[in-house]
């Protein structure tokens, strides 16, 4: 994991995911979670750990889709812990993310709903 740039903010953490994803490197972007990370995705479903989140996103990255930059929303810090969110252009509803300072100062995702979308649609 060391080989890839680091989180040192938590809104970093949107910017990598797209620029990996769009590169089709799927280790890398598991390599922005926690190794007991809970991703909610495909939606209805979770993916549970780093390994888990790293092959599902092979899967979804063989297709290569692309993904856009999102304007961060004001992320909430407290202490060790933030909540992170981007209002999405592909019409879900929401993305929101809890991520974690780790002991080096950048920061993983603990938690990722990927998709938010308001109830009766």
């Known amino acids: 994991m060391s080989e890839y740039e680091k989180a040192m903010r938590p809104e970093d953490i949107t910017r990598l995911f ?28 979770r993916t549970v750990g780093r390994e888990a989140i790293r092959e599902l996103w092979e899967k979804v990255l063989a297709h290569r889709p692309h993904f856009d930059q999102e304007q961060p929303l004001p992320t909430l810090v407290n202490g060790d812990i933030a909540l992170t969110a981007t209002p999405p252009k592909d019409g879900t509803g929401a993305r929101a993310q809890v991520v974690r300072r780790q002991p080096d100062g950048s920061w993983l995702r ?11 649609e």
Do not use: K
């Not at 769009?22 to 909610?40: H, I, K, Q, S």
């Not at 998709?115 to 009766?120: A, C, I, M, N, W």
């Open 110 to 120: 603990v938690l990722d709903q990927p998709e938010f979308v308001p109830p009766g």
């Open 18 to 45: 797209v620029e990996r994803s769009n590169a089709g490197d799927a280790a890398g972007v598991a390599a922005l979670y926690e190794e007991d990370a809970v991703l909610a995705y495909p939606p209805g479903s």
